[in-house]
């Protein structure tokens, strides 16, 4: 037997992914590659506003060192339990909100906490990634819910209402989306979560894009619909809306008879978030909301930069109107996103991810970010035209210039 087969083979049956994933295969070539504009990741490169900084510095200074509290520290729990009440969400006391690593580790906690083997979560495709991973090592069955350009890639009820089967558990709705950039309006949340409570269904209600819209768009919490406190678990953190991406603080909130349980097993994987991250974080919630509005702003201009561009190459795309993304359908192109990534790298340093990564049925859509400069952005336009050239052209440019 070769060493990479005996490897394999002591990899436990739930570790579905064994290879390599795509995200990190392109980031590897990307190392390789001089100027490479990095369109692909959900990074935010705005830097953690000073304020928020010279918290943690301070809390540091102090000797705030040392393990905190396993449901997180209980000012951090208050300021974000009147935050998500500023916003419209529900009412929650301190000990019916948990403080994470992130919120990616939120999911995590979260699905085995409440899928038992063989139960199914439905989840929107495309929609982020590890809801699905955390599903399946949860020994879970993940189904996908799938979106289109129809309705702009937003979840519908009655996209949702066919899947369900007597062993749905859990509903995950992502508002807005990651990928598609795109919000469910309130009227659709409001059906989403009158199904939900038809068939009995935990919704996890994914908001951590929430402060980040554009144009009219309005976020509903699902947890302050009527009758669905009790069977939502809202999840969000600070990663996104404040540029604390390195911090890793997150949370999720839902009644205490969940949350008792569920704390304990996020207190298994971690003990505690780390306490300069969630003074941090305090300092986010209860200092100048201003500089949210500024980092708002300035994704705004990006949007508006990047779609004139993509309108001018021919690439069509969904309305962005939320989050820091933009999906666009490469697929007259001629070739398959997965491919026309690869190219995109190799021959125009552009780094963007096809939404096959997302769960996307089709291999026709790519997510592009809005985590570089607006004159970065005008500069990956003119490169992605002038590949999208080429292709359209039958023809292949050489190799980028300063590999290393």
Known sequence: ????????????TRVKLKDEHIITRMANIAEGLEDVIKLGRGDPDLDTPAHIVKAGQDALGRGETHYGHPLGLPALRQAIADNIKAYGG???????????????????????????????????????????????????????VRMTMDTNFTLTAEMVRPHITPRSR?????????????????????????LAIEHDLIVISDEIYSRLTYGNQRIQPVAALPGMRERTITLSGFSKTYAMTGWRVGYFAGPRELMVAMAEVNHAFAISTASVSQHAALAALTGPQSVVEEMRLTYDERRKVLCAGLDKIGIPYAEPQGAFYVYANVAAVGLPATEFCARLLAEGRVLMYPGVIYGDHTDDFVRMSLTQPVERI???????????????????????????
Do not use: W
């Not at 019916?96 to 085995?112: D, H, R, S, W």
């Not at 508002?175 to 919000?183: D, S």
């Not at 992605?384 to 050489?398: F, K, L, Y």
């Open 90 to 144: 529900a009412d929650y006391a301190i000990d019916e909100i948990v403080v994470t690593p992130g919120g990616q580790q939120a999911m995590f906690i979260i699905a085995l906490s409440l899928l038992n083997p063989g139960d199914e979560i439905l989840v929107p495709c495309p929609g982020y990634n590890p809801y699905s991973q955390a599903a399946e090592l949860a020994d879970a069955v993940v189904v996908p």
């Open 170 to 194: 859990v509903l995950v709705l992502i508002n807005p989306n990651n990928p598609t950039g795109t919000v469910t309006a309130p009227d659709e949340v409001e059906k989403i979560a009158q």
């Open 378 to 404: 005008r500069e990956a336009m003119r490169r992605i035209e002038a590949v999208v050239a080429t292709i359209r052209a039958g023809q292949q440019m050489p190799a980028a210039a300063g590999a290393k």
């Open 1 to 12: 037997m070769t060493p990479s087969a005996l490897h394999a083979n002591r990899l436990a």
